[in-house]
């Protein structure tokens, strides 16, 4: 469910007009409702109600300093994967304690940041990690919380490009040699382990992948407290799918989800974290933009807008699927057409949807992608020069401005030119 609903043939975010906050800004911007973000986080708290729990918001779905600030205040921790996103989380008020820091890369220099200003746990990814953060520690005087990703070889069924939990993936330690690397923390004086961490892939529809890894993380949990480890918290990463799909297959509900973990693993009596990210932030958001010219080609047509793949990369980059509507409803029963929607990058692959049926559209119209909150305006870039496009959060009848548009003058005068040229 969203709160981008038409009222009276007019496409609103919450009590305020889409057209409205296009006439204000310009076109093309993002746009997330407030009500949206607090309704999909308050799901999970109810999914994981009677378990000892933590929900920690993976911002790298949608990290504006706005939406952080809703999360927080929600109560919500972060789950974060760079020194960037820690440094974002803390600056929106969120207390190191409430931070799992996560990512197959870690540096010193991201570490010791981390653990100077507080971290819930470092979720280790390999042994290098380990062995680097284990110095780290030392040298500053402090032993680091950490919990192990193991990789249980369970197919999450998703896009190839979005699955983290086969053995082929770079991400985490084979469960087969999970005793061995607990071992070998034990053995080390700057860590401390706490639990036992595992995430198999985004945008999931089905929760058999899940209950699957999850029973492999029980017989672990056991496992490792035989052979003498303090296993307390169990993180279980995110993933839960939300509808993108035309074939309007549902993904499961959060309680469904919830149902799943207090089944396979609330015998354990582990602390449960989860770090959920598109179904909090995908639904809550639009990218609005305008229709520049219908053109007419060999055998199609194609309707041409000034939002590109630079400002939603997904349909380039995952094939993805997003429902495209116009800001003015269409009349009821309305011929509809065929149109390659695109964007002016000069790219083929500029392309958000082929031969997708749309009603009668003008230049100057306008449309909406939904479900467009998460991994869009976090994945874009400037590519051709075009400015990163504004974020704007509306709560009620209200709305704000969250990342302004660029100049070109502000993009330029970022790069500098050596004396010597």
Not at 89 to 96: K, L, M, Q, S, Y
Not at 135 to 148: H, Q
Not at 194 to 206: E, K
Not at 300 to 313: P, T, Y
Request: glycine share 10%.
């Amino acid at each position: 469910m969203d709160h981008f609903l038409y009222r009276d043939g007019a496409l609103y975010a919450e009590d305020v007009p889409v057209a409205e906050i296009a006439a204000a800004v310009g076109t093309p911007f993002y746009v997330y409702s407030t009500a949206t973000l607090t309704r999909h986080f308050k799901l999970f708290q109810e999914a994981l109600s009677g378990m000892d729990h933590v929900i920690c918001y993976a911002m790298k779905a949608a990290s504006n300093q706005a939406i952080l600030k809703v999360m927080a205040d929600l109560g919500a921790g972060m789950d974060v994967v760079s020194g960037g996103e820690y440094a974002r989380a803390i600056a929106a008020g969120v207390p190191g304690e409430k931070i799992v820091f996560s990512g197959v890369g870690k540096t010193r220099e991201e570490m010791r940041d981390a653990l100077s200003g507080g971290v819930r746990q470092f979720n280790l990814e390999s042994e290098p990690e380990m062995a680097r953060l284990n110095d780290v520690a030392l040298s500053m005087g402090l032993i680091a919380p950490v919990t192990v990703r193991v990789n249980p070889d369970v197919d999450a069924k998703t896009h190839a490009k979005i699955a983290t939990g086969k053995s082929e993936n770079k991400f985490g330690i084979p469960i087969s040699r999970a005793r061995e690397v607990y071992a070998r923390i034990a053995r080390m004086p700057g860590l401390k382990a706490v639990g036992i961490d595992v995430h198999i892939g985004s945008q999931l529809t089905d929760l058999e992948p899940y209950r699957l890894a999850f029973a492999k993380v029980g017989e672990l949990v056991d496992t490792l407290r035989a052979d003498g480890h303090e296993i307390t918290r169990l993180d279980l990463g995110g993933g839960l799918g939300i509808p993108y799909a035309r074939d309007n297959q549902a993904p499961p509900l959060p309680l469904e989800y919830g149902a799943v973990v207090q089944e396979v693993l609330g015998d354990k009596g582990c602390e449960i974290e989860i770090e959920p990210g598109r179904l909090i932030a995908g639904n809550a958001g639009l990218m609005v933009s305008e229709v520049v010219y219908l053109k007419q080609g060999e055998g199609r047509d194609f309707l041409i807008l000034d939002a590109a793949m630079n400002d939603l990369v997904r349909p380039a980059m995952y094939e993805a699927w997003h429902d495209i509507v116009p800001v003015t409803e269409a009349a009821p029963g309305v011929e509809q057409s065929a149109y390659d929607i695109v964007g002016p990058v000069c790219e083929s692959g500029d392309t958000f949807a082929r031969q997708r049926m749309m009603p009668p559209l003008a230049e100057g119209d306008l449309v909406a992608f939904r479900s467009a909150g998460a991994y869009g305006a976090a994945m874009s870039s400037e590519y051709n020069t075009r400015p990163l496009i504004p974020e704007v959060l509306v709560n009620g009848d209200q709305f704000a401005v969250i990342r302004k548009r660029p100049s070109y003058e502000e993009i330029i005068n970022r790069d500098t030119i050596p004396p010597w040229l």
